[in-house]
């Protein structure tokens, strides 16, 4: 199943299109489910790199269109921020 | 119109509890059907910080811990997932006279029930034994070097996919609503999709819900939740600090993952936060860096990448709830009042003997549905 040129999805955590299908496989059908799965969306950039491509994925596999998927949680902080600033502040 | 397959048992909640007690089950050749009105890991389980540790100061907890512990190391083999299990120890902080009497108190019945390497550690060996840790005012603590870490995604998807591949069901998205009943016996479940599914037995693993899920059988079970933040730092070079824990006022908890190098922690807020609100709040964000650097200064420039919070499950006295109830085949694992994701692997295991053997008293009085709720978990 896995694509013979296997893309990075996730640039952050280091996750391959191969394993965000092989999450799909397994029953993920939302974004959220394919991050606890596969870390996609875990990284440094908290997904922005990452979202929309996950999504493209779950969309092609389940038959819907790309806006029809749920959104991932987003939190805080917007960006990454040191502890020393954080405890500053 | 489809039928649905029946099961022999129902479990209601896919969080750690919930998963550990399928596995064990479906394991021994029953038909499992998990049921999850999220995803996998949608309540506490996906929330909470990985830390697993035997210091308790009950019998009961500290043998459930002990075999956890020995459940965790091997997990890797027994479910063919990487759930990342490192015994990075644990280094509970006495900054007190009264604190290190305490704490020593607590070793001695340790080791009594078999943690055979809790030991007490002075301020120097502290430091040694956590590099960059200001020993200010530090008095010395309490130490076990085979507490450790796991990540808790993994271990309930390997959980979920060992009960799948012994023919058990997965059912996500798929929230309880009613529990069926009949001539004083469990029936099964209603869904909110308006599905029944049948079972003789249903078991009630639902984590910080688990009063509701209680009340849907006309079972009273006391569990509280209370809001708990966390933040996750990006991932630099592990220092091979253990997970500190800070009992004081304005203390905490946080250890680093061995797997990938991140920060992770909390703090238990003054007063309690009761209540299914997992807001996240800028407070606590600005706190518990100011907690975390006086403990460590050297992480100040570690970077911040996500804030969140979940539940504990609180019973009155502070230990889990594993029993039966009134209702003959509904059984209730819950209550694990912020440890459950140590607890869960023996917990699940010790859920599962119980109901295969069909015993009337739980196997652990302590964790007795009906009691008293008067002794208080020290080590909370
Ligand atoms: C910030 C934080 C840090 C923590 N740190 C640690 C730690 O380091 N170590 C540790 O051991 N523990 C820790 N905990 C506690 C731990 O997370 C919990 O004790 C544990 O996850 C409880 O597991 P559970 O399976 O009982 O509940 P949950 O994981 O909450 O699972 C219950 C599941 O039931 C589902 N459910 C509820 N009602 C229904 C319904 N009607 N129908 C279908 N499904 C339903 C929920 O969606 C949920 O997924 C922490 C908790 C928090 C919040
Ligand atoms: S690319 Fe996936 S988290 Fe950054």
């Not at chain 2, 209680?214 to 006391?222: C, K, R, S, T, Y």
Request: charged share 20%; aromatic share 8%.
């Amino acid at each position: 199943m896995a694509s013979n040129t296997d893309k990075i999805i996730c640039r952050c955590e280091d996750i391959t299109e191969s394993q965000v299908l092989e999450a799909i496989e397994k029953g993920a059908t939302t974004a959220d489910e394919v991050k606890r799965l596969t870390r996609a969306g875990m990284g440094h950039c908290q997904g922005r790199t990452c979202r929309r491509l996950v999504n493209q994925l779950l969309a092609r596999r389940l038959g819907q269109r790309p806006e029809d998927q749920k959104p991932v949680t987003q939190r805080s902080p917007l960006q990454p921020i040191s502890l020393k600033t954080l405890a500053d502040s | 119109m489809k039928v649905p397959q029946n099961a022999d048992i129902i479990i209601i909640g896919g969080g750690i509890v919930g998963a550990a007690t399928g596995y064990h089950l479906a394991r021994a050749g029953y038909r499992v059907r998990l049921i999850e009105k999220g995803f996998l890991c949608a309540g506490s389980t996906g929330r909470c910080i990985g830390g697993i540790r035997q210091q308790f100061t009950s019998q009961g907890s500290i043998r459930l811990m002990l075999e956890s512990v020995r459940h965790f190391s091997s997990m890797k083999e027994e479910l063919g997932v990487d759930v990342h299990w490192h015994p990075g120890g644990y280094l509970f902080l006495a900054h007190s006279p009264e604190k290190k009497e305490a704490f020593l108190a607590n070793i001695a019945v340790q080791q009594s029930f078999g943690l055979k390497d809790v030991r007490w550690v002075d301020a120097y060996q502290a430091g040694q034994v956590a590099p960059g840790l200001n020993i200010d005012g530090l008095l010395g603590g309490s130490y076990c070097p085979s507490d450790g870490q796991a990540y808790p995604f993994a271990v309930v998807a390997g959980y979920a996919e060992r009960i799948r591949s012994c023919g058990g069901l997965v059912n996500t998205f798929t929230e309880v609503t009613a529990i069926m009943q009949g001539g004083g016996r469990v029936k099964g479940v209603k869904t909110a999709q308006g599905t029944e599914y049948h079972a003789d037995i249903v078991i009630n693993a639902a984590g910080p819900w688990a009063r509701e899920v209680g009340q849907m059988a006309g079972i009273e079970v006391p569990v509280e939740p209370e809001r708990h933040e966390a933040l996750i730092t990006e991932g630099v070079e592990y220092l091979n600090i253990p997970m500190l824990v800070d009992y004081r006022a304005d203390g905490g908890y946080f250890q680093q993952f061995r797997h990938n190098g991140q920060f992770i922690g909390c703090y238990s807020p003054v007063p309690n936060v009761p209540g299914h609100s997992t807001d996240s709040s800028y407070e606590f964000l600005s706190e518990m860096p100011k907690r975390m650097l006086k403990l460590v200064p050297a992480l100040g420039p570690v970077k911040v990448i996500r804030q969140w919070s979940g539940s504990y499950e609180n019973t009155p006295d502070g230990n889990p709830i594993l029993d039966r109830s009134p209702l003959e085949g509904f059984y209730v694992i819950a209550g694990m009042c912020g440890h459950g994701f140590m607890l869960g692997p023996a917990i699940g295991r010790q859920a599962a003997d119980f109901i295969k053997s069909g015993a009337k008293e739980p196997p652990i009085a302590e964790f007795a549905l009906q009691r008293e709720f008067s002794r208080q978990e020290a080590m909370k």
